[in-house]
Nanobody
Framework: QVQLVESGGGLVQAGGSLRLSCAAS????????MGWFRQAPGKEREFVAA????????YYADSVKARFAISRDNAKNTVYLQMNSLKPEDTAVYYC????????????WGQGTQVTVSS
């Protein structure tokens, strides 16, 4: 079984920055792709960013490209999401997820962390 625990959310003004962390336990973290998703009130959950097991390949939603950066530290079993130039429309609950097989969907999800960006 895998446990994912997000942290680092909070309230920030527009233009500010936050760094989210997701600590994983229960499997060999370094073998799997990780992703970040978000869900705003009244909206469906959407993809934000993903990173392959080696950290060498990353993917971003167009809405966050050039503002957000995903990274991972396999020694610490942790994936990060650095969020810069935050906008009110980035307000959402952010979830990290683990994919047992790259490209085949995500199998495990964290409980989420709230990010609120004020204008």
């Amino acid at each position: 079984q895998v446990q994912l625990v997000e942290s680092g959310g909070g309230l920030v003004q527009a233009g500010g920055s936050l760094r989210l962390s997701c600590a994983a336990s229960g499997r060999t973290f370094s073998r799997y792709s990780m992703g970040w998703f978000r869900q705003a009130p009244g909206k469906e959950r959407e993809f934000v960013a993903a990173i392959r097991w080696s950290g060498g390949t990353t993917y971003y939603a167009d809405s966050v490209k050039a503002r957000f950066a995903i990274s991972r530290d396999n020694a610490k079993n942790t994936v990060y999401l650095q969020m810069n130039s935050l906008k009110p429309e980035d307000t959402a609950v952010y979830y990290c997820a683990l994919a047992l097989t790259a490209g085949a969907g995500y199998n495990y999800w964290g409980q989420g962390t709230q990010v609120t960006v004020s204008s």
